[in-house]
């Protein structure tokens, strides 16, 4: 059986695992920012109060991490759950060659990588951010998680590299046969809307850490 204090500490471990604070976990998974606080860990009277079964869903989806390994790092005092190192880039190189396929895969060896857990997809593959384009939702330093297999849908997030080698990062509005079209994340940046012929590959982000 669980214990009250083996929980919050493996919560405490997920936030470290991906550099953020309980406060940023609570935050990136949508949740009020002191949700995982030290002082909502016991009412006033001092019983334990425990995470809602929601408020962690919501924490364990965000992070890619399934119930099973999270009940692992549980278990075993916060053990590392299972997961890949996967390829790590800044943004701002991903529009050089050599560095993906046609299909929008991650080749070659010049990459750095970075350990993600709950992660099974040898495919995909991590950016940095740079710059303040995508801003305030992703900032410069953050990382998403890109998974090339996955089918994109309006209002995925997506990061998209054109025939020309530029490369961003926006939320699908639309795509069919002969356009894109792509909401920009910083609203002092004009959507874009390009022709689908322009497009050398489109991936959906699934998972973004501070």
Do not use: C
Not at 97 to 120: K, L, M, Q
Not at 130 to 139: D, F, T
Not at 172 to 181: G, I, Q, S, Y
Request: aromatic share 8%; proline share 5%.
């Amino acid at each position: 059986m669980f214990k009250h204090r083996d929980i919050w500490f493996a919560l405490d471990t997920l936030a470290a695992r991906f550099g953020m604070s309980p406060s940023g976990l609570a935050k990136q998974a949508g949740l009020d920012p002191t949700t995982f606080n030290k002082s909502k860990r016991h009412t006033k009277d001092g019983r334990p109060r425990w995470p809602s079964t929601e408020s962690l869903s919501k924490v364990l989806l965000i992070m890619g991490v399934n119930f099973e390994d999270f009940a692992m790092m549980v278990t075993s005092g916060g053990a590392r759950p299972a997961g890949l190192n996967v390829p790590l880039i800044g943004l701002a190189q991903a529009g050089n060659e050599g560095f993906f396929d046609d299909a929008g895969f991650p080749v070659g060896a010049s990459w750095e990588e970075v350990r993600v857990p709950g992660v099974t997809d040898d495919n995909v593959y991590a950016l940095e951010i740079s710059g303040n384009s995508m801003a305030p939702v992703l900032r410069a330093g953050d990382k998403v998680l890109i998974a090339p297999n996955e089918d994109v849908r309006r209002g995925d997030r997506v990061v998209v590299k054109t025939i020309g080698g530029e490369v961003m990062a926006k939320e699908l509005a639309r795509m069919n046969d002969k356009v894109v079209e792509l909401i920009s994340l910083n609203p002092d940046y004009e959507d874009r809307t390009l022709d689908r012929l322009e497009v050398l590959w489109i991936a959906r982000i699934v998972w973004v850490t501070q």
